[in-house]
């Protein structure tokens, strides 16, 4: 099969776990033994925990010598050392699939670069190059390694790291909002809860939740991510009045901060940016808006809703969640009358 | 990897020419080769053109001998007899992934399970069986031919058949329509170019098009596969007044039967049947309905539509096409009000 093959197989198992790795990329992952069979695949799942390769060398040393012991490490150093002890070639000649250029430096976690290279890994196929300064220079480290490199530069494997890019240089704001199928948004809970985990999951990683005044005195929200028993994010409420009911449970929510303004201002203080809200908040921030996030419900409902939007969008990824699908887009023509 | 994971590819190939094959079953295969590499993936594209299997091994031959010869050929046993002659054992001990046990029948082709015998192939991983008694006893033929066999009952790859087992037994009926993210169903063209002609090649092999009246006398339509040069189907208008411009350009299309009928008698007639409409037409025909096929353009209108429909979906699958998506629905617990 094709380069593109294993590598699209990587950056959709990245996907499932995209929000997730902030403030690191997410990266995905592929082993090919040198016969060409595949043995395992991963994605980095959380930053601070052991980036893809890591993960895909464990789960294929298991694999290959059915000795469960590394399963038990979930320290990066750990399975580092570990690997480095026991590998005893096994993975010489294998070919490794990556969405990005694997990192060459020790962060939280030691370089990936030096791993690949000990375990005589033969080839790498990049999907596409690390543009962080940071944690750059992998491909060349391993090409002076003796090592074959491929770089696809693939347009799955860029879009997937374009929120990192921006977060790294500035900010990544995306607008996340949950619809029926026929673009209804208001009477009660749309998602299933396997969706909503999700965006719980997302909400425990961001910094900073924006959200409209009416959303806030409608719902009543709490803007936390007990579903997944994780943190709550700062909140902004984007809005002309000041004056909100104290006891509206997010006001209550420990060691988060809650801002009411009527500009944007307070987002230069952050990173990565969720905006949850409906066509109306939409149209008000479109232009700070680099991604949307839909979730659809597979349902008609006689609910209906009315917006004044006309947006042209790119569809950059889609996946099943439960029993709903989710949609990435980015702006392709943008214009609001 | 696990089976499920190489017969999840398999489904996902065949899902590429849903409704293509009527009224052959869609079906995709993978083969492995002895180490466990990927050798090839395929679909069945076309009712009397070679079955998933052939094209399988059409496509490993080529690729594991570089003798170009074998892709001249079309015609199903061409490619049987071509292989016999010429596979000298290339394909002993490989593993075929099929999404539906393979047939065991001379019918416009070969029986696939006389081939994977004679090629030795050591294992077929089965996703579901064939209910068609005509096709079926492909998994005891090979079982009793001394090739290990395994049957997954797969729902992924149970969905893929509910259309070709519905059809074979009386009809299958599903309602297609093109909307914007918001649900909005009018003003114009919805879809890409190239979901149209997907659904113009669908056009191509169905029995029968179910139209309502309202859209006739609105859109004018020609209801051909004109975008693929394909045949058009005959048309039946839903509609309790019978009269009608005959200059609507439907109504010229050589080779076809219109009929233009209050009551939906006419279908009894055909296996597979596409409507064509928006809400009001899904809700007046609900109840006959399989499945729904609903493309989703990645766009936000000021066109709004209203319908009257509570439904519940579940998803079986999504596919992006050209710019859109297209999701494959069923009834999950209907009600209308």
């Known amino acids: 099969m094709l380069d593109s093959f294993y590598i699209d197989l990587a950056v959709n198992e990245a996907w499932k776990y995209w929000g997730l790795t902030y403030p690191n990329p997410p ?12 043995v395992s695949i991963s994605a980095h799942q959380r930053a601070g925990s052991p980036h893809s ?9 298991w694999k290959l010598t059915k000795d469960r012991e590394i399963l038990n490490l979930s320290d990066s ?23 990005l250029e694997p990192c060459n430096h020790f962060g939280k976690t030691p370089p990936c670069s030096l791993l690949i290279r000990n ?42 790291v374009e929120p990192f890019e921006k977060w790294s240089k500035g900010r990544f704001i995306f607008f996340k909002y949950a619809q029926r199928l026929d673009g209804s948004i208001d009477g009660g809970t749309i998602s299933s809860l396997e969706s909503r985990k999700y ?13 409209g005044g009416e959303t806030v005195r409608t719902d009543r929200p709490t803007l936390d991510s007990r579903l997944v028993g994780g943190s709550a994010p700062d909140i902004l409420i984007y809005s002309r009045y000041r004056e909100f009911d104290k006891t509206i449970p997010l006001f209550s929510v420990p060691d988060r901060n809650v801002y009411i303004d009527s ?12 905006v949850e809200g409906g066509y109306n908040l ?41 029993e709903d699908i989710i949609l990435w887009l980015r702006k392709k023509s943008p214009s609001t009358n």
Chains 1, 2 share one sequence.
């Open 27 to 38: 990266v995905g992952g592929l082993l090919l033994d040198r016969s060409g069979k595949i």
């Open 53 to 61: 390769e890591v993960l895909l060398f464990q789960n294929a040393f």
């Open 77 to 99: 150093q750990d399975i580092h050392n570990f690997l480095y002890e026991n590998h005893k070639g096994i993975f010489k000649d294998f070919t490794l699939y990556t969405t």
């Open 119 to 160: 375990l005589s890994i033969k080839r790498v196929v990049v999907g596409t190059l690390d543009t962080n300064p940071t944690a750059s220079g992998g491909v060349q480290y391993l090409q002076s390694s003796g090592i074959e490199v491929d770089i696809l530069n693939s347009p799955k494997a860029k879009y997937l």
């Open 199 to 211: 965006i719980h999951s997302i909400r425990d990683r961001i910094d900073l939740m924006v959200i």
């Open 263 to 274: 500009s944007l201002e307070k987002i230069e203080n952050y990173r990565f940016i969720m």
């Open 282 to 322: 939409l149209q008000a921030i479109l232009e700070y808006i680099d991604w949307v996030m839909v979730i659809i419900s597979p349902t008609l409902s006689t609910s209906s809703t009315i917006h004044n939007l006309n947006i042209q969008f790119q569809i950059i990824h889609h996946l099943q969640i439960g």
